[in-house]
Structure formats: structure tokens, C-alpha cells
């Protein structure tokens, strides 16, 4: 969709299983929302799903690696309009297997999947957000990355996800400090459970968030701009309610001219 006003929250990996519940919240509390996914299927899904909410405009894009990133980068400055806040739902799919037993290469791949993307997001893209965050009057910016289980202790099998974001967790906390001078609150969301996918029956367990409700806490993260700042926030809880606010004010949508009288 196009038209979108401004100034919008852009969410990187927007068409993943994480992503398009964060674009849902965002949408839910009234904000524009900017997605941004490199796979032109999975966005024409994600289109559909919200084919009736006129605050969404989708972009193919991806912050894979630098070059990818840059690219994003300038066609998003060439837009010329102000971002408010930047999510980052990036990661791969989590395979099962012994640490000890796979061969190195296969960390250096969940690596490059799982962490180096964020890197290159937040090089080129926390520039960005300081612009509209000099431009902007009110409400700072904010840049989350959304962190997938694992971080807090090792999980048993799939060590290879549980280092990629143990190290996400602290290039979070490295770039919390690093953009402070930038006028960006940088903060990682650190899910302590796995994330329910409505796509995968019989998968899921009764304690793990809905995609909704992660979605949900990230916009609550947004709104909270006068208590302190923590690098990394924790979220565990199921299910989480619509805040009580909405972020932005709604989007005003011109009438068609069908509906303008002569």
C-alpha cells in the first residue's frame, strides 16, 4: 500500500512469524507501520492479511549484509520521510542439534543469520533514525531488536541459536550506549519462550506468546519514555493486552473525491 502517513514505525522482517505480529500491534495502536521483508511471497501475504488497514505500506528489502543494508538505507532516506521507530525481528530457523557434534561452520552460519544482519541493520539504519529523531518534537526514537529464546541459559539442543543470541543480547547493550549520543534508545526484547506458530499445529505449548502479544509488549516500549531505559527487557508473560493508549495519533485518511461534493 502507499500513501502512508508519517512519521511511521518500520519493522524489519515484517512478514516472519514475530514480525507480522508486530506490525499487528503496531497497526492496533494507531501507528503507520513501514514493513520491510526480502521475500516478495510472504509480503503479498502479509498485504492480504491486512488488506484493510490503509496505515500499511510494504517495501521488499533486506539488511542480510552491509551492501543489502546501505541499499535499504538510501531508498528509504530518498523517500524523505521521518521514521519515529525501527523493530527488528531477524532471525533464521532453529534447527536441532548437539553443539560438540556439529562442525564449526554450522555456528558461523547461525552467526551470520542471526546476529550479523542486526549489525548491519543498525549501521545504516541508526543514522537514519537520529535524522528523524532531530526533526521530531516530542517522542524520542527507539530501535528494538527482538531477541529469540535462549539468551538467559543454554538451551539443551540447539546451542547454536542459544550463542547467536547470547551475543545479540550484547551488541543490544553495546549499541544501547553507543546511540545515546545519537538521541536513539536502543533495546533488545528478549522473549523467554519460544513464540507460537498458528502455522505449525501440535507444536505449540500452552505457555508460549503469541506472536500478538510480543508485538504488543514492543509497542509498549514505545510508550514508556519517562522511566529509565533498560538495554535488554525480559518478556515471559503469554499474553499481553492492548495498551491503554494508542501510540500515535490515528491516521486521517482523505475522503475519495467521490465523497468530496462539487
Given amino acids: 500500500m502507499s500513501g502512508i502517513l508519517n512519521p511511521a514505525v ?3 522482517g515484517a512478514s516472519g512469524t514475530v514480525g507480522s505480529g508486530v506490525v499487528g500491534a503496531l497497526l492496533e495502536a494507531g501507528s503507520p507501520v513501514l514493513g520491510v521483508a526480502r521475500d516478495p511471497d510472504r509480503l503479498a501475504r502479509l498485504a492480504q492479511r491486512f488488506a484493510d488497514e490503509p496505515g500499511l ?3 521488499q528489502g533486506s539488511v542480510a549484509d552491509d551492501e543489502e543494508a546501505a541499499r535499504l538505507a538510501t531508498r528509504l532516506r530518498l523517500r524523505g520521510r521521518p521514521l519515529r521507530a525501527i ?3 531477524l532471525a533464521g530457523p532453529v534447527e536441532r542439534g548437539s553443539l560438540i557434534e556439529r562442525p564449526t561452520g554450522d555456528l558461523r552460519r547461525q552467526l551470520e543469520t542471526d546476529l550479523l544482519p542486526h549489525l548491519a541493520a543498525a549501521r545504516y539504519l541508526l543514522p537514519l533514525l537520529a535524522e528523524s529523531a532531530g526533526q521530531a518534537e516530542a517522542q524520542p ?3 528494538i531488536l527482538v531477541g529469540a529464546t535462549g539468551a538467559q541459559c ?3 539442543g540447539y546451542g547454536h541459536a542459544s550463542i547467536a543470541v547470547s551475543a545479540l543480547q550484547m551488541l543490544a547493550k553495546v549499541l544501547h550506549e553507543e546511540a545515546a549520543p545519537l538521541g536513539v534508545r536502543v533495546q533488545m526484547l528478549s522473549l523467554d519462550h519460544p513464540v507460537a506458530d498458528p502455522g505449525i499445529a501440535g507444536r505449540d505449548c500452552a505457555r508460549w506468546p503469541s506472536a500478538l502479544s ?3 509488549r514492543a509497542v509498549a516500549m514505545l510508550l514508556r519514555d519517562d522511566r529509565p531505559v533498560k538495554a535488554v527487557v525480559r518478556f515471559s508473560e503469554p499474553w499481553t ?3 491503554t493508549r494508542t501510540l500515535f495519533p490515528a491516521p486521517s485518511i482523505p475522503p475519495s473525491p467521490s ?3 462539487p
Fill in 154 to 156: 543454554g538451551w539443551a
Fill in 241 to 243: 493486552p492492548p495498551p
Fill in 57 to 59: 505500506e510494504l517495501l
Fill in 214 to 216: 510480543v508485538g504488543r
Fill in 141 to 143: 526514537a527507539h530501535y
Fill in 259 to 261: 465523497e468530496v461534493s
Fill in 10 to 12: 518500520l519493522v524489519l
Fill in 87 to 89: 523493530v527488528a525481528s
